[in-house]
């Protein structure tokens, strides 16, 4: 009954395609679910990830860094370290060139992605330009462009001293960055060369933009300019996604302002992540988490979730005390959670190593981003950390694709900080995050079968590669956990696609091909035993 009801779900799987029809469809392929921003990768490490890795296992896409041209520090004068990673939001044009590559190299990933079914996300720097000025030939942009040149900022200095001003907000610099005008002072230029920009991009085959700093840009700014995008190459509506930083609710500027020009960044998921990822607030509150209007959370529609982000992680944008890769067993606890829960649209980091805030990607001396280098583990090494590959993330972005749209349901826990669920009968989760061994005997939800813990490990032909866990004929399984370590995961991750013994188990879900092979086969055998029977 299992294999048959697996078969079934993932041959019709395989066989519907998307239909999309607005920018709040991410335009993912295939059922899958989940963004990696690959945070200042090449181009060409881009293309070769998404052949080698992120299609095979099932990702959905991949948000890139600005690709336009941007200012180069070689001196910076704000730390010791030069071509910091913030050049690249300092952007100077609109042409194809930036430390991660030219044109043809973007073009190509683009290309290389979309045909292994991994979309192209791209974080557009529009609200400003550089730093410094306002005169940008290679727009070409001069001070008429410009907000504050144009007289709509109401401070003498051209900055935002006051966040509750909305006046301030989006007219005014934000880091003195050069605010760009997009009404009809200019007749409307500044939103032209925006869109100019986008659309070049969407006819190379992108999928859908992060719009940065979109706090500070009018909604109906935004939404003109959305408009006017063209389909993607695919079909369908490009996908937005914006960055509206509201971590206290208490800000003047509302994400929900944004809803109608696409789906916003959910600040406050990190900082929950956190707390539920270092125990220091019990697992068994987060039953209706994001749901409950207590949490205080956007609509689950609305919203993009992420554990940490490029900012955040530095305590930049939206900082503070989140977690990454330098807490390990806290970090994967959150991502695992924030994987297994049916809120939101799910993007993970993939960073580098860093000392210092400003620290850019690992570079040679001239500040030429150096290769990624996958090791003989087939994880990361020269300073790339490459957490998409870990073990328990990849596994987990699995568990998502599996568990769909299905809902939370078995919902246990003792009381404090031991919890399970299940998502529907596609998928169980259960934590552990509790300083001793904990033990239960939970409903899964499953049908009864043997499945490999993809916490530790994935299907072979002989069994699984890390642990399993049996599930009786009523759907309850004994479920074992010693408490977490950096070494150890005190989790528990099943999917009905990820059974023990199954060799046609490749990245995330049975291969089409020996889906059919199989279904045949059992229809072949089936035809057999009527005709005995009769």
């Known amino acids: 009954m299992l294999y048959g009801k697996t078969v079934l779900c993932v041959v019709l799987s395989l066989l519907t395609t998307g239909v999309f029809s607005s920018i709040t469809e991410p335009n993912f392929a295939d059922g899958r679910t989940v963004i990696v921003h690959l945070f200042e990768w090449k181009w060409t490490d881009i293309a070769e990830e998404c052949e080698r890795f992120?299609?095979?296992?099932?990702?959905?896409?991949?948000?890139?860094?600005?690709?336009?041209?941007?200012?180069?520090?070689?001196?910076?004068?704000?730390?010791?370290?030069?071509?910091?990673?913030?050049?690249?939001?300092?952007?100077?044009?609109?042409?194809?060139?930036?430390?991660?590559?030219?044109?043809?190299?973007?073009?190509?990933?683009?290309?290389?992605?979309l045909a292994v079914d991994v979309r192209i996300y791209v974080d557009a720097v529009i609200n400003h330009m550089a730093g410094g000025g306002y005169v940008f030939p290679k727009v070409p942009f001069d001070e008429g462009d410009f907000n504050v040149k144009l007289g709509l900022c109401p401070t003498e200095d051209g900055g935002i001293h006051d966040v509750?001003?909305?006046?301030?907000?989006?007219?005014?610099?934000?880091?003195?960055?050069?605010?760009?005008?997009?009404?009809?002072?200019?007749?409307?230029?500044?939103?032209?060369?925006?869109?100019?920009?986008?659309?070049?991009?969407i006819d190379m085959g992108v999928a859908g933009?992060?719009?940065?700093?979109?706090?500070?840009?009018?909604?109906a700014e935004l939404d003109d300019v959305a408009n006017r995008l063209h389909d993607c190459t695919f079909g369908g509506?490009?996908?937005?996604?914006?960055?509206?930083?509201?971590?206290?609710?208490?800000?003047?500027?509302?994400?929900?302002?944004?809803?109608?020009?696409?789906?916003?960044?959910?600040?406050?998921?990190?900082?929950?992540?956190?707390?539920?990822?270092?125990?220091?607030?019990?697992?068994?509150?987060?039953q209706n988490f994001g749901f409950d209007p207590s949490w205080g959370m956007m609509p689950s529609e609305s919203?993009?979730?992420?554990?940490?982000?490029?900012?955040?992680?530095?305590?930049?944008?939206?900082?503070?005390?989140?977690?990454?890769?330098?807490?390990?067993?806290?970090?994967?606890?959150?991502?695992?959670?924030?994987?297994?829960?049916?809120?939101?649209t799910a993007r993970i980091f993939s960073g580098y190593v860093f000392e210092h805030s400003d620290q850019g990607p690992p570079s040679d001396t001239s500040g030429n981003t150096n290769n990624v280098v996958i090791n003989a583990e087939g994880m990361c090494d020269g300073g790339w950390i490459c957490e998409h590959r870990w073990r328990e993330i990849r596994n987990m972005v699995c568990f998502r694709n599996v568990a769909?749209?299905?809902?939370?349901?078995?919902w246990w826990d003792n009381g404090d900080n031991f919890i399970a669920f299940s998502?529907?009968?596609?998928?169980?989760?259960?934590?552990?995050?509790?300083?001793?061994?904990?033990?239960?005997?939970?409903?899964?939800?499953?049908?009864?079968?043997?499945?490999?813990?993809?916490?530790?490990?994935?299907?072979t032909a002989t069994?699984?590669?890390?642990?399993?866990?049996?599930?009786?004929?009523?759907?309850?399984?004994?479920?074992?956990?010693?408490?977490s370590t950096d070494e150890r995961d005190a989790m528990v991750a099943l999917t009905i696609a990820a059974t023990s013994g199954r060799s046609d188990y490749t990245g995330c879900v049975v291969e089409a091909a020996a889906v059919q092979l199989k279904f045949n086969l059992l229809l072949i055998a089936i035809t057999v035993l009527v005709q005995l029977i009769y």
């Not at 699984?464 to 408490?483: H, I, K, M, R």
């Open 237 to 286: 509506r490009p996908y937005i996604y914006q960055e509206v930083i509201d971590r206290f609710s208490n800000e003047a500027i509302k994400p929900s302002e944004y809803f109608e020009t696409g789906d916003v960044t959910e600040f406050k998921f990190c900082d929950q992540m956190a707390l539920l990822g270092r125990a220091s607030v019990p697992a068994d509150r987060f």
């Open 423 to 459: 998502r529907g009968d596609k998928a169980f989760f259960a934590l552990n995050n509790e300083r001793i061994r904990q033990s239960e005997t939970l409903q899964t939800g499953l049908p009864p079968g043997t499945y490999c813990n993809l916490i530790t490990g994935e299907p």
């Open 164 to 201: 509750n001003d909305t006046v301030q907000m989006r007219y005014c610099n934000l880091l003195a960055l050069a605010d760009i005008h997009y009404g009809e002072l200019n007749n409307y230029y500044g939103r032209d060369k925006v869109v100019e920009y986008l659309n070049k991009m």
């Open 404 to 410: 769909g749209d299905e809902p939370v349901e078995n």
């Open 209 to 219: 933009f992060r719009i940065d700093a979109a706090k500070h840009m009018y909604p």
């Open 303 to 344: 919203a993009i979730i992420f554990v940490e982000n490029h900012d955040n992680q530095r305590n930049h944008g939206g900082g503070g005390d989140i977690l990454s890769f330098q807490e390990p067993r806290e970090y994967k606890i959150g991502i695992a959670f924030g994987l297994a829960w049916n809120y939101g």
């Open 54 to 113: 992120l299609g095979p296992h099932k990702f959905a896409g991949v948000q890139v860094s600005p690709p336009s041209e941007h200012l180069v520090f070689a001196d910076n004068p704000y730390s010791e370290y030069d071509y910091p990673w913030w050049e690249r939001y300092q952007p100077i044009g609109y042409q194809l060139i930036s430390r991660s590559g030219t044109p043809e190299e973007f073009a190509d990933m683009v290309t290389r992605c």
């Open 463 to 483: 069994g699984c590669s890390g642990s399993s866990v049996v599930v009786n004929e009523d759907g309850y399984a004994y479920v074992d956990l010693l408490p």
